[in-house]
């Protein structure tokens, strides 16, 4: 139980595109859903939090302009990194928990991307 | 600033030793919670101790806190080659609507065969 999944599992695209990547909790509801970055042999940073139908809480020094961030249903949540530019290639990890505030989270496996 | 910090940075063994790895945080916690990241993969949830227990066994894992010391260890028992892998503490903060993860930078564990 408490799987998780991410599509795609890895994207290249040319700067300046978009790139929409989905995170499903495919055996719960998510209450709440969360996207982390990872860079290469580092940490994994929280980037946002979603509940389920409001809007995403942004950390600091995350551009919620830049990373759209869209948790439309109880299985679904959508991150958006419009025009993309090699700086944004990187780890894209989503969590899911089932309860309102998020204790215990069940990590999806991770989306690569890298801009060309 | 890093909220969980693990030690050593990286850690090599043999198959059937015990490897411990440490985390130290700086804030209170409601929870901590120890997680595995094979290569290029996502994260496992390996453990959860909440702040008001001292150790906890799951298997092969014992996780011990103290929050006198805002310390953690994980002791994996008669380890496996299967079970080199990246290890984070995350710690649970208190406060806020959400719970908020905040991970160490990890350990990267290497058991020879």
């Known amino acids: 139980g408490a799987v998780v999944s991410q599509h795609p599992s890895w994207v290249i695209c040319k700067s300046g595109t978009s790139v929409k990547i989905e995170c499903r909790s495919l055996?719960?509801?998510?209450?709440?859903m969360f996207w982390y970055r990872q860079f290469p042999k580092q940490s994994l940073m929280l980037m946002a939090t979603?509940?389920?139908?409001?809007?995403?809480?942004?950390e600091q020094g995350v551009e919620k302009d830049k990373f759209l961030i869209n948790h439309a249903s109880l299985t679904l949540s959508t991150l958006t990194v419009t025009s993309a530019h090699p700086e944004d290639s990187s780890f894209y990890i989503c969590s899911a928990s089932p309860w309102v505030r998020g204790e215990t989270q069940y990590f999806g496996p991770g989306t690569r991307l890298l801009v060309l | 600033s890093q909220q969980g910090e693990e030690d050593p940075q990286a850690l090599s063994i043999q198959e059937g030793e015990n490897a411990t790895m440490n985390c130290s945080y700086k804030?209170?916690?409601?929870?901590l919670q120890w997680y595995r990241q094979n290569s290029g993969r996502g994260l496992v949830h390996l453990i959860l101790?909440?702040?008001?227990?001292r150790e906890k066994h799951s298997g092969r894992l014992r996780v011990t806190l103290d929050t006198s010391k805002k310390s953690s260890s994980l002791l994996i028992t008669a380890s496996r080659a299967a079970d080199t892998a990246s290890y984070f503490c995350?710690?649970?903060?208190?406060?806020?609507?959400?719970?908020?993860?905040?991970f160490g930078k990890g350990i990267t564990l290497s058991v020879r065969p």
């Open positions: 804030t209170s916690i409601n929870n």
């Open positions: 995350a710690t649970d903060g208190i406060g806020g609507a959400n719970s908020k993860l905040t």
């Open positions: 979603s509940n389920e139908g409001s809007k995403a809480t942004y």
């Open positions: 101790i909440r702040s008001n227990e």
């Open positions: 055996d719960f509801q998510a209450t709440t």
